[in-house]
Structure formats: C-alpha cells, structure tokens
T-cell receptor, first 114, second 114 residues
Framework: DQQVKQNSPSLSVQEGRISILNCDYT??????FLWYKKYPAEGPTFLIS?????DKNEDGRFTVFLNKSAKHLSLHIVPSQPGDSAVYFC?????????????FGQGTELSVKP | GAGVSQSPSNKVTEKGKDVELRCDPI?????LYWYRQSLGQGLEFLIY????????KSGLPSDRFSAERTGGSVSTLTIQRTQQEDSAVYLC????????????FGNGTRLTVT
C-alpha cells in the first residue's frame, strides 16, 4: 500500500522556467510533509517542509503548497537552474507515529536543461 | 565528522553470506533511522532507534534482518543469509530529536548480492 505517491517518474524543464513536482498521499493522519533532493551516489538532503496547519511555505526559489482536502502537495522551483537537476522525494509523517518516521514517495527525476 | 558516515560504501557478497553495515550518526543526534532504496523505488523504512532502543522495527522485511545501536551512537544493520532481493542501497539517517527534526542522511551502502 503506497501511502505517498509521486506519479511522475521524470520531469524536464528549461532553465529559468518553473518546475512543479507533485505528490499525493492517502493517509489523512499525516500532518507533516517534507521534500528531499538526491544527487547520484549521495544521500537525500532536506529541502523544505510544511506542517498541515499551513497551506504554503516558501524558502527562496522553493515553495511547497499543501491541499489537505485533495491530499496533494506540490513543490515549485522558480526559476529552475541546471544545478536543480536531481531526484526529488516527497515524504510524510504523522504525529501519532512517535519517532518522526517518514514515509517516502518513489521520487521524481528533474532535469533542467540550459 | 560533520555528517552521517556509512561504511562500506559498496559491498558485494555471495548469496547466503551474512553482511554488516555500519552507520555513524551526527554527534548528539538521538534518533537514528535505517532505510533502503531498491532499484527504481522510493525509500523504504526499516527501523528506527531512539537512543539504544528500537521502538519501531516494523519495516524489517524478515527475521534475517536485525539492527543494534550501542552507546547511543554507532548502529549496525546485519543481514543474515543474504538473498538477491536484498540488493539495494541501504541508507542511514539521524536527527536531533524524535519529532519533526529533518533527517540527515548518509551516502548509503550499495549492497549487491550475487
């Protein structure tokens, strides 16, 4: 049972344009959501997070939007840069699940072309 | 070191042999997590430690898998009688607390079972 889904395995955008990565979840108990970025042969690195009490969180070029009624979140990167090319993972956790265990999606590989 | 350290970075073993994977978390991080990423898949939770105890072992795929943590620091993940389906990248992460502190990942151990 895939509780966190990223339905697009890959995305290609032009440098300077907006990248939109999408993520859906099924567990209504999830109350904290994160995006991680992963380069080849490296571990994932934390990018940005959002609590379920918010619907938007912004950090520089990165913005995460949360639509709780649709159980959907998205990551916007604007403007996209070639260095943003990586695999992006969406993750979720639930307060009742003490320990901060994260459930990850399958990842979306972003390619930003110069 | 400044980050999470995992060793070895690569391990090739024959089917049926036992392997031990090591994780050195960031100093002072009380929570430690093991995940694995099989080819083309997302990150799959294995086990979580708070201090030396493991409140959540729900992700361990079989009784061939075990993990321990000593001194609230180093952790080892042991896979007995390895099978080809155990081939994956095994990732360790640590966090400062067990709440929504972001996880800091190591670069992983790529395990190949031949």
């Amino acid at each position: 049972d895939q509780q966190v889904k990223q339905n697009s395995p890959s995305l290609s955008v032009q440098e300077g344009r907006i990248s939109i990565l999408n993520c859906d979840y099924t567990n209504s108990m999830f109350d904290y959501f994160l995006w991680y970025k992963k380069y080849p042969a490296e571990g994932p690195t934390f990018l940005i997070s959002i609590s379920s009490i918010k619907d938007k969180n912004e950090d520089g070029r990165f913005t995460v939007f949360l639509n709780k009624s649709a159980k959907h979140l998205s990551l916007h990167i604007v403007p996209s840069q070639p260095g943003d090319s990586a695999v992006y993972f969406c993750a979720a956790s639930a307060a009742y699940n003490q320990g901060g265990k994260l459930i990850f999606g399958q990842g979306t590989e972003l390619s930003v072309k110069p | 070191g400044a980050g999470v350290s995992q060793s070895p970075s690569n391990k090739v073993t024959e089917k049926g042999k036992d392997v031990e994977l090591r994780c050195d978390p960031i100093s002072g991080h009380t929570a430690l997590y093991w995940y694995r990423q099989s080819l083309g898949q997302g990150l799959e939770f294995l086990i979580y430690f708070q201090g030396n105890s493991a409140p959540d072992k729900s992700g361990l795929p079989s009784d061939r898998f075990s993990a321990e943590r000593t001194g609230g620091s180093v952790s080892t993940l042991t896979i007995q009688r390895t099978q080809q389906e155990d081939s994956a990248v095994y990732l360790c992460a640590s966090s400062l607390r067990q709440d929504n502190s972001p996880l800091h990942f190591g670069n992983g151990t790529r395990l190949t079972v031949t």
